[in-house]
């Protein structure tokens, strides 16, 4: 049933969507705010935010809201992620639970709905290392490997076995990680409709304090080189340029252009980390573009280089850019 309907009109595509919600007991909001559930806290209204906390939530929400080919969009932490302003009369499936992940030899299997500091005690307590440099990386499972997160040289591409998806008919289907068609940062889901239901990563046995020691040392060097934790961002803004060895620092380039530290309403290009943006409390989305426009133009000016986007843009329709 609904958990807080808000007095808003609110009007989605298949009129039995919030019956199908209530018989199979999924909470679900009308009319919701939706910056409460990103890392930003920027957007507007959804018409409906329905709260995922089971794998077979995710499989029977998802099949049916590719099946009738509803307006929706799947979201973890909400990191890496702005909505647009302003009402969006779409779905919002907030993928952010799921069953302890079981090991089989060298590889755990996990729902994409955990979240990475849920995993990481996990691997910490049964002793599978190997996955200690998503330490500190906000969000979920599944999100981590759409988007192929990673620090300090390693990422999801170099860990992931297989997943379980549903495909764009709503199918289950096991894939590969060739599937995932990895690169810098990406994957063919982070802009897409599949659905990422359950992952399989390598990992290796290790003493439970060693492990332990690993993910407190990767924690320390993030927050001393990144925004405090209770800060509103949306994680590195922009990609790191070139490739490989001549991969530069975005944050270092915008640094070097004279904006770090730049205010620009309420939104300041951090002091601790030129590549986040730090929502100071009333942040528009429209403002964001404005920030980002603005950073690109200077570092193309004075440098010479062209920053790509990391974090991805909600248009009131759903689609991702």
Not at 52 to 70: F, V
Not at 140 to 162: H, P
């Amino acid at each position: 049933m609904p958990l807080r309907p808000n007095p808003i009109n609110t009007t989605l595509p298949g009129a039995d969507l919030q019956l199908f919600l209530e018989e199979r007991r999924i909470p679900f909001r009308l009319g919701e705010e939706i910056a409460p559930y990103t890392s930003m806290r920027v957007g507007g209204c959804v018409a409906i935010a329905a709260l995922i906390d089971s794998r077979d939530q995710l499989i029977e929400l998802g099949r049916k809201a590719l099946g009738e080919n509803l307006p929706f969009v799947l979201i973890g932490g909400g990191s890496n992620t702005v909505f647009c302003d302003g009402y969006s009369p779409i779905l919002v499936l907030v993928n952010r639970g799921g069953a302890p992940p079981v090991r089989r030899g060298d590889e755990i299997h996990v729902d994409s709905g955990v979240p990475l500091k849920s995993l990481l005690a996990w691997c910490a307590a049964n002793g599978a290392g190997g996955l200690e440099f998503l330490a500190g990386i906000p969000g979920t499972a599944g999100g981590a490997a759409a988007v192929n997160a990673g620090a300090f040289g390693r990422d999801m591409a170099g860990i992931l076995i297989g997943a379980t998806i549903l495909d764009g008919n709503g199918e289950i289907r096991r894939i590969t990680p060739g599937d995932f068609s990895f690169a810098y940062r990406t994957s063919r889901f982070k802009d897409g409709r599949e659905i990422i239901v359950d992952l399989a990563l390598a990992v290796e046995t290790r003493h439970a304090s060693s492990i332990q020691a690993d993910i407190r040392a990767n924690l320390e060097r993030r927050t001393s080189r990144h925004p405090a934790w209770n800060q509103m961002t949306a994680g590195c803004f922009f990609k790191n340029p070139g490739r490989g060895p001549h991969r530069r620092s975005a944050g270092k380039i915008i640094a070097e252009s004279g904006l770090q530290g730049k205010r620009y309403g309420d939104i300041v290009i951090s002091e601790h980390h030129a590549n986040f943006l730090v929502n100071l409390g009333n942040a528009a989305f429209k403002e964001i573009q404005a920030v980002e426009r603005d950073i690109v133009g200077t570092v193309k000016r004075r440098l010479g280089i062209t920053l790509e986007r990391e974090v991805v843009y909600i248009s009131s329709t759903g689609d991702k850019y």
